[in-house]
């Protein structure tokens, strides 16, 4: 099959969930999350393991079904990839409501990074967000890509300015400087450069400090949001938060914990909701062994 022929059924599939009712694409991921649970797999592994780590108090079971419900709701974002990268935009405003602390008119006035993390509905949000407001992303590439161009072609449909995660500084700072405010995500692994090692659920987890740099040098406010998937496929809600009072500080490691923090209330609050498949424990600190 070549590259340009499945890049064709690729996309043609998410198009044709995209024109599915919501309820259905929802269910049918959920399907498919469960049926993957009962399949050994690293993904699963990794879920477990983090669950462990994250949650000692709880018993085998209790963190079984926790990981199961993960499951599901993972591979259900995934599969409703369709409705949030080709449906219209009426249809995905629609099934996101928002709800803010600050008014969003604001971000305009003032320099604004929107602090992002890694729940089921991250994509939701983000991309219902930029069917009313200008905004730019930073964005991870993907190791397919295919898939890659798939996600920057339609995330960036209704005017995101999207900025490789793997480029300069110096762009994301442009971009506040005219006012635009920039969507980022730092609740990942993403190497010893700019990091530091912070507890999250008590346990060390390497932390990147670029939010906190971002913010003393551009004077921007760090607002987190979370998009939470509601119940009854109800689609989802949109939680702006107030921005993080005196932060940054001078002190980045202790930034870095601050944003573990605010992580962990959101998570116990929706925690089959978190993707706790990434490996978020990948690097350890010096003398530590290996978890995954």
């Known amino acids: 099959m070549i590259p340009t022929l499945k890049y064709k059924l690729t996309t043609t599939l998410l198009r044709c969930l995209s024109l599915l009712p919501y309820r259905l694409v929802a269910k049918t991921g959920e399907a498919i999350g469960s049926l993957l649970y009962r399949i050994p797999s690293k993904r699963r592994h990794i ?3 983090n669950l462990r780590l994250c949650f000692p108090e709880k018993s085998s079971a209790e963190r079984e079904d926790l990981a199961r419900s993960t499951m599901r ?5 995934y599969v409703e990839r369709g409705y949030q990268w080709f449906a219209s935009a009426e249809k995905v405003s629609r099934l996101v409501t928002i709800e803010s602390a600050i008014e969003l008119a604001d971000s305009y006035d003032q ?10 509905g991250i994509e939701a949000g983000c991309v219902s967000y930029s069917t009313r407001h200008p905004v730019a992303s930073v964005y991870t590439p993907m190791s397919s890509e295919m898939t890659n161009q798939i996600a920057l072609q339609q995330r960036a449909r209704f005017g995101v300015e999207m900025i490789s995660r793997n480029g300069s500084a110096r762009e994301i700072l442009k971009v506040l400087k005219t006012g635009k405010p920039v969507m980022l995500a730092a609740d990942m692994d993403f190497g010893l450069r700019d990091s530091v090692f912070v507890p999250f659920f008590g346990v060390p987890a390497c932390t990147l400090t670029s939010v906190s740099r971002l913010a003393a040098v551009s004077g921007a406010r760090v607002v987190p949001f979370v998009t939470e998937v509601l119940p009854d496929y109800q689609g989802y809600r949109l939680r702006l938060f107030e921005p993080l009072d005196d932060y940054p500080s001078k002190d980045m490691a202790a930034d870095a914990l601050r944003m573990n923090q605010f992580l962990e209330t959101q998570i116990r609050r ?3 909701q978190y993707y706790w498949v990434h490996r978020r424990f990948k690097r350890r600190p010096v003398g530590e062994s290996p978890v995954y």
């Open 47 to 49: 879920l477990q393991t």
């Open 270 to 272: 929706l925690p089959d």
């Open 111 to 120: 320099p604004t990074i929107f602090l992002a993390f890694h729940f089921a």
């Open 73 to 77: 709701h993972v591979i259900r974002s």
